[in-house]
């Protein structure tokens, strides 16, 4: 039986397996891999998570403030989820001022850190989308 632990050892292989298959991973970070998932447009977005699902039902920029408030209500602990949520919803047509309620709203249930924490994410792609 081997005294290495057995976590250590699969997060190691995982490492080594990845770094065969991608030659830059010394210089990986989780945002360079949040990089790489692409802005859907927003009539494909309509289309798998809008209307398409139930044609009568909610649209595709009030399914993802539905998912933005339950990431921060978390604890916006999935920070490359919500910097891609807050993408999609400029994408879909989603303010600045609907984006930042939402999360303001989650404050109430989900504590003031994990708010602060939402709208920070959510600010860095919004200013980054200031900047573009």
Do not use: C, Y
Request: hydrophobic share 45%.
């Amino acid at each position: 039986m081997s005294d290495q632990n057995p976590f250590e050892s699969m997060m190691k292989m995982s490492q080594d397996w990845a770094k065969s298959m991608n030659f830059d991973m010394e210089a990986f970070t989780p945002k360079g891999f949040e990089n790489l998932w692409p802005t859907m447009p927003k009539d494909a977005m309509e289309m798998f998570f809008g209307k398409g699902i139930n044609p009568d039902g909610l649209d595709a920029k009030t399914r993802l403030l539905l998912t933005l408030a339950g990431l921060t209500v978390l604890g916006a602990q999935a920070e490359a989820q919500i910097r891609l949520t807050v993408r999609h919803l400029v994408e879909a047509g989603a303010t600045k001022q609907e984006i930042a309620e939402t999360i303001a709203q989650m404050g109430m249930f989900a504590g003031v850190p994990a708010m602060t924490k939402a709208m920070e994410l959510a600010n860095e792609v919004l200013q980054k989308d200031d900047d573009a």
